[in-house]
Protein backbone atom coordinates (compact mmCIF):
# COMPACT_ATOMS: atom_id res chain seq x y z
CA UNK A 1 0.00 0.00 0.00
CA UNK A 2 1.45 3.30 -0.40
CA UNK A 3 2.16 6.43 1.90
CA UNK A 4 -1.16 8.14 3.06
CA UNK A 5 -1.71 10.87 1.13
CA UNK A 6 -0.42 14.15 3.24
CA UNK A 7 -3.40 16.79 2.38
CA UNK A 8 -3.67 20.48 3.40
CA UNK A 9 -6.74 22.35 3.83
CA UNK A 10 -7.18 26.28 3.54
CA UNK A 11 -10.91 27.61 4.67
CA UNK A 12 -12.42 30.52 5.14
CA UNK A 13 -15.71 29.67 6.55
CA UNK A 14 -17.41 26.84 8.58
CA UNK A 15 -15.50 24.07 6.34
CA UNK A 16 -18.40 21.93 5.61
CA UNK A 17 -15.93 20.37 2.98
CA UNK A 18 -13.19 20.13 5.66
CA UNK A 19 -15.74 17.85 7.67
CA UNK A 20 -16.43 15.57 4.78
CA UNK A 21 -12.59 15.28 3.88
CA UNK A 22 -11.91 14.30 7.25
CA UNK A 23 -14.43 11.72 7.55
CA UNK A 24 -13.39 10.14 4.88
CA UNK A 25 -9.62 9.97 5.78
CA UNK A 26 -10.88 8.48 9.30
CA UNK A 27 -12.97 6.27 7.33
CA UNK A 28 -10.39 4.80 5.02
CA UNK A 29 -12.38 5.68 2.13
CA UNK A 30 -9.21 7.91 1.58
CA UNK A 31 -5.66 6.65 2.26
CA UNK A 32 -4.74 9.79 3.61
CA UNK A 33 -4.54 12.55 6.61
CA UNK A 34 -5.26 16.14 6.97
CA UNK A 35 -2.16 17.41 8.27
CA UNK A 36 -2.99 21.78 8.69
CA UNK A 37 -5.78 23.36 8.06
CA UNK A 38 -5.35 27.02 7.57
CA UNK A 39 -7.46 30.19 6.92
CA UNK A 40 -7.17 33.96 6.24
CA UNK A 41 -9.83 34.59 8.45
CA UNK A 42 -9.45 34.49 12.23
CA UNK A 43 -13.15 33.92 12.77
CA UNK A 44 -13.52 30.79 10.29
CA UNK A 45 -15.61 28.35 12.45
CA UNK A 46 -13.94 25.77 10.54
CA UNK A 47 -10.68 25.44 12.03
CA UNK A 48 -12.70 24.21 15.23
CA UNK A 49 -13.49 21.00 13.02
CA UNK A 50 -9.20 20.82 12.76
CA UNK A 51 -8.26 21.32 16.31
CA UNK A 52 -10.60 18.87 17.96
CA UNK A 53 -8.76 16.37 16.38
CA UNK A 54 -5.54 17.85 16.53
CA UNK A 55 -4.90 19.39 13.41
CA UNK A 56 -2.68 22.14 13.53
CA UNK A 57 -4.32 25.16 12.50
CA UNK A 58 -2.83 28.33 11.93
CA UNK A 59 -4.43 32.08 10.30
CA UNK A 60 -3.51 34.55 7.78
CA UNK A 61 -4.81 37.91 8.31
CA UNK A 62 -5.66 38.71 4.52
CA UNK A 63 -8.02 42.25 5.27
CA UNK A 64 -5.31 43.09 8.07
CA UNK A 65 -2.87 42.40 5.75
CA UNK A 66 -4.28 43.86 2.98
CA UNK A 67 -5.56 47.22 4.79
CA UNK A 68 -1.94 47.49 6.44
CA UNK A 69 -0.36 47.77 2.80
CA UNK A 70 -3.42 49.96 1.30
CA UNK A 71 -2.22 52.43 3.90
CA UNK A 72 1.35 52.35 3.59
CA UNK A 73 2.70 50.98 0.49
CA UNK A 74 5.90 49.44 1.37
CA UNK A 75 8.24 47.83 -1.35
CA UNK A 76 10.26 46.70 1.49
CA UNK A 77 7.65 44.70 2.81
CA UNK A 78 7.16 42.72 -0.56
CA UNK A 79 8.70 39.24 -0.68
CA UNK A 80 12.44 39.57 -1.71
CA UNK A 81 11.50 36.92 -5.34
CA UNK A 82 8.14 38.83 -5.98
CA UNK A 83 8.45 39.85 -9.73
CA UNK A 84 5.56 41.97 -9.99
CA UNK A 85 5.62 42.24 -14.04
CA UNK A 86 6.15 38.68 -14.46
CA UNK A 87 3.05 37.98 -11.90
CA UNK A 88 1.15 40.79 -13.72
CA UNK A 89 1.60 39.59 -16.90
CA UNK A 90 0.31 35.68 -16.09
CA UNK A 91 -2.04 36.27 -14.27
CA UNK A 92 -6.04 35.67 -15.72
CA UNK A 93 -8.05 37.16 -12.94
CA UNK A 94 -8.12 40.57 -14.02
CA UNK A 95 -8.45 41.66 -17.88
CA UNK A 96 -7.05 45.01 -18.58
CA UNK A 97 -8.66 47.77 -15.99
CA UNK A 98 -6.65 50.78 -17.78
CA UNK A 99 -5.90 50.80 -13.64
CA UNK A 100 -2.32 49.47 -13.73
CA UNK A 101 -1.50 51.00 -10.20
CA UNK A 102 -4.72 49.25 -9.04
CA UNK A 103 -3.61 46.06 -10.43
CA UNK A 104 -0.53 46.83 -9.29
CA UNK A 105 -1.21 47.43 -5.92
CA UNK A 106 -3.83 44.35 -5.73
CA UNK A 107 -1.34 41.92 -6.47
CA UNK A 108 1.17 43.24 -4.25
CA UNK A 109 -0.91 42.77 -1.34
CA UNK A 110 -1.63 39.24 -2.36
CA UNK A 111 1.80 38.16 -2.66
CA UNK A 112 2.96 39.69 1.09
CA UNK A 113 -0.01 37.95 2.14
CA UNK A 114 0.64 34.61 0.26
CA UNK A 115 4.11 34.54 1.45
CA UNK A 116 2.84 34.61 4.76
CA UNK A 117 0.57 31.74 4.24
CA UNK A 118 3.51 29.41 2.06
CA UNK A 119 5.63 30.26 5.25
CA UNK A 120 2.99 28.75 7.42
CA UNK A 121 1.76 25.83 5.36
CA UNK A 122 5.78 24.70 4.32
CA UNK A 123 5.89 23.96 8.38
CA UNK A 124 3.94 20.95 7.52
CA UNK A 125 5.07 18.83 4.45
CA UNK A 126 2.11 18.34 2.33
CA UNK A 127 1.51 16.55 -1.02
CA UNK A 128 -1.86 17.94 -1.92
CA UNK A 129 -3.59 21.16 -0.98
CA UNK A 130 -7.43 21.96 -1.10
CA UNK A 131 -9.02 24.89 -0.84
CA UNK A 132 -12.33 23.61 0.85
CA UNK A 133 -13.86 27.35 0.57
CA UNK A 134 -10.97 29.02 0.37
CA UNK A 135 -12.97 32.82 -0.27
CA UNK A 136 -9.38 34.10 -1.85
CA UNK A 137 -8.18 34.25 -5.39
CA UNK A 138 -4.32 32.35 -5.53
CA UNK A 139 -2.06 34.57 -8.15
CA UNK A 140 0.78 33.05 -10.11
CA UNK A 141 3.26 33.86 -6.81
CA UNK A 142 1.80 31.67 -4.78
CA UNK A 143 0.70 28.71 -7.59
CA UNK A 144 4.11 28.73 -8.95
CA UNK A 145 5.74 28.30 -5.20
CA UNK A 146 3.04 25.59 -4.22
CA UNK A 147 2.49 23.58 -7.29
CA UNK A 148 5.39 24.29 -9.54
CA UNK A 149 5.08 21.99 -12.38
CA UNK A 150 2.27 22.34 -14.26
CA UNK A 151 2.17 18.65 -15.64
CA UNK A 152 1.49 17.11 -12.15
CA UNK A 153 -0.80 20.16 -10.07
CA UNK A 154 -1.43 19.60 -6.58
CA UNK A 155 -3.88 22.62 -5.43
CA UNK A 156 -7.62 21.37 -6.09
CA UNK A 157 -10.02 23.35 -5.80
CA UNK A 158 -14.67 22.91 -5.30
CA UNK A 159 -16.62 24.94 -7.43
CA UNK A 160 -20.21 25.51 -6.70
CA UNK A 161 -21.82 25.57 -10.07
CA UNK A 162 -21.03 23.30 -13.15
CA UNK A 163 -18.24 24.98 -14.83
CA UNK A 164 -17.51 26.37 -17.18
CA UNK A 165 -20.86 28.26 -16.23
CA UNK A 166 -20.70 30.52 -13.40
CA UNK A 167 -17.60 31.16 -12.38
CA UNK A 168 -16.91 33.39 -9.14
CA UNK A 169 -17.79 33.45 -5.13
CA UNK A 170 -21.80 32.82 -5.68
CA UNK A 171 -22.42 29.99 -8.02
CA UNK A 172 -25.13 28.51 -6.73
CA UNK A 173 -26.48 32.10 -6.68
CA UNK A 174 -25.90 32.84 -9.97
CA UNK A 175 -27.08 29.25 -11.44
CA UNK A 176 -30.69 30.25 -9.43
CA UNK A 177 -30.94 33.29 -10.80
CA UNK A 178 -30.22 32.55 -14.46
CA UNK A 179 -33.74 30.47 -14.19
CA UNK A 180 -31.19 27.45 -15.11
CA UNK A 181 -32.81 23.70 -14.66
CA UNK A 182 -29.92 22.34 -13.74
CA UNK A 183 -27.22 23.28 -10.63
CA UNK A 184 -24.07 21.47 -9.85
CA UNK A 185 -20.49 21.37 -8.55
CA UNK A 186 -17.28 20.97 -9.99
CA UNK A 187 -14.12 19.47 -8.67
CA UNK A 188 -10.93 21.22 -10.26
CA UNK A 189 -7.21 22.17 -10.34
CA UNK A 190 -6.38 25.67 -9.92
CA UNK A 191 -4.52 27.33 -12.54
CA UNK A 192 -4.23 31.52 -13.25
CA UNK A 193 -7.42 32.34 -14.42
CA UNK A 194 -10.26 32.64 -11.65
CA UNK A 195 -12.33 28.79 -11.77
CA UNK A 196 -10.62 28.18 -15.19
CA UNK A 197 -8.18 24.92 -14.12
CA UNK A 198 -8.64 21.55 -15.76
CA UNK A 199 -11.91 20.04 -14.57
CA UNK A 200 -11.58 16.89 -12.11
CA UNK A 201 -15.22 16.05 -11.01
CA UNK A 202 -19.06 17.10 -11.87
CA UNK A 203 -22.17 16.50 -10.41
CA UNK A 204 -25.67 17.72 -11.19
CA UNK A 205 -28.86 18.12 -9.72
CA UNK A 206 -32.80 19.35 -11.07
CA UNK A 207 -33.64 22.84 -10.40
CA UNK A 208 -37.92 22.41 -9.87
CA UNK A 209 -40.26 25.83 -10.01
CA UNK A 210 -40.23 24.30 -5.75
CA UNK A 211 -37.26 25.48 -5.56
CA UNK A 212 -35.67 28.27 -3.51
CA UNK A 213 -32.33 29.61 -3.28
CA UNK A 214 -31.71 27.91 0.32
CA UNK A 215 -32.57 24.56 -1.57
CA UNK A 216 -30.29 24.49 -4.40
CA UNK A 217 -27.30 25.63 -2.43
CA UNK A 218 -28.88 22.30 0.05
CA UNK A 219 -28.43 19.95 -2.67
CA UNK A 220 -25.26 21.32 -4.31
CA UNK A 221 -23.70 21.10 -0.35
CA UNK A 222 -24.59 17.54 -0.76
CA UNK A 223 -23.38 16.41 -3.32
CA UNK A 224 -19.60 18.43 -2.72
CA UNK A 225 -19.46 16.39 0.63
CA UNK A 226 -19.80 13.73 -2.11
CA UNK A 227 -17.43 14.33 -4.87
CA UNK A 228 -14.77 16.04 -3.33
CA UNK A 229 -13.50 13.43 -0.78
CA UNK A 230 -14.07 11.28 -4.51
CA UNK A 231 -11.80 13.80 -6.53
CA UNK A 232 -9.00 13.35 -3.55
CA UNK A 233 -9.08 9.86 -3.41
CA UNK A 234 -8.56 9.66 -7.30
CA UNK A 235 -5.40 11.55 -6.52
CA UNK A 236 -3.93 9.66 -3.66
CA UNK A 237 -4.22 6.67 -6.27
CA UNK A 238 -2.67 8.26 -8.55
CA UNK A 239 -5.31 8.27 -11.37
CA UNK A 240 -5.93 12.04 -12.57
CA UNK A 241 -3.21 12.49 -15.47
CA UNK A 242 -3.10 15.95 -17.23
CA UNK A 243 -3.05 15.95 -20.43
CA UNK A 244 -2.85 18.48 -23.26
CA UNK A 245 -5.73 18.67 -25.88
CA UNK A 246 -5.71 20.83 -28.81
CA UNK A 247 -8.13 22.06 -31.32
CA UNK A 248 -8.39 24.79 -34.01
CA UNK A 249 -10.41 27.66 -32.91
CA UNK A 250 -13.08 29.73 -35.14
CA UNK A 251 -10.38 32.07 -35.90
CA UNK A 252 -7.82 29.39 -37.91
CA UNK A 253 -5.38 29.52 -34.49
CA UNK A 254 -4.80 26.50 -32.33
CA UNK A 255 -5.94 26.54 -29.21
CA UNK A 256 -4.50 24.17 -26.66
CA UNK A 257 -6.01 23.21 -22.83
CA UNK A 258 -5.04 20.93 -20.11
CA UNK A 259 -7.48 18.49 -19.02
CA UNK A 260 -8.01 15.73 -16.72
CA UNK A 261 -8.31 12.22 -17.95
CA UNK A 262 -9.49 9.50 -14.80
CA UNK A 263 -7.20 6.40 -15.64
CA UNK A 264 -7.83 2.68 -13.96
CA UNK A 265 -6.11 1.48 -11.46
CA UNK A 266 -2.57 -0.92 -11.17
Known amino acids: MSLPLRIGALISGTGSNLEAILKACENRRINGKVVFAGSDRPEAKGLERAEKRGIPTFVVDYKNIIRQY ?52 NRYPFDLLVLAGFMRNLSPYFIDRVSPDSRNPRIMNIHPAVLPAFPGTDGYGDTFRYGCKIGGCTVHFID ?75
Open 70 to 121: RQNPDPARLPADYDSVDIISRQGIFSDTGEPEKTAAYFAARAIAESELIACM
Open 192 to 266: YGEDTGPIIGQRAFAITESDTLESVREKGLSLEWELYPECIRLFSENRLLTVKKTKPGGDGKIRQRTIVKIVESA
